[in-house]
Nanobody, 120 residues
Framework: QVQLVESGGGLVQPGGSLRLSCTASGSFFSIRTMGWYRQAPGKERELVASITSGGSTKYADSVKGRFTISRDNAKNTVYLQMNSLKPEDTAVYYC??????????????WGRGTQVTVSS
């Protein structure tokens, strides 16, 4: 059973920073792309940032220059460093990973989400 567990959300003032972590656990063969998505109330879920197993990254225009995604392949963990946070960054942040088990092709897995609230 593959699981993604996120941590690091919380309440922060505008201009502040938070670091999200997501670790994949269970029995599997490999992880391809890992990423962070977010969903604000009344809005659709959107991609925030993603990173391939080789380290190539992609960012939403709204977070470029403020957020940094990274991963530790040995720990099956992806991070999202969020700086200069704005109220519009308030959302539930979800971790996503493309994971291949030993007996099937790649499947997409989601974490349960962690709340990030930016408010004074």
């Amino acid at each position: 059973q593959v699981q993604l567990v996120e941590s690091g959300g919380g309440l922060v003032q505008p201009g502040g920073s938070l670091r999200l972590s997501c670790t994949a656990s269970g029995s599997f063969f490999s992880i391809r792309t890992m990423g962070w998505y977010r969903q604000a109330p009344g809005k659709e879920r959107e991609l925030v940032a993603s990173i391939t197993s080789g380290g190539s990254t992609k960012y939403a225009d709204s977070v470029k220059g403020r957020f940094t995604i990274s991963r530790d392949n040995a720990k099956n963990t992806v991070y999202l460093q969020m700086n200069s946070l704005k109220p519009e960054d308030t959302a539930v942040y979800y971790c996503n990973a493309e994971i291949k088990s030993y007996y099937s092709t790649f499947n997409s897995y989601w974490g349960r989400g962690t709340q990030v609230t930016v408010s004074s």
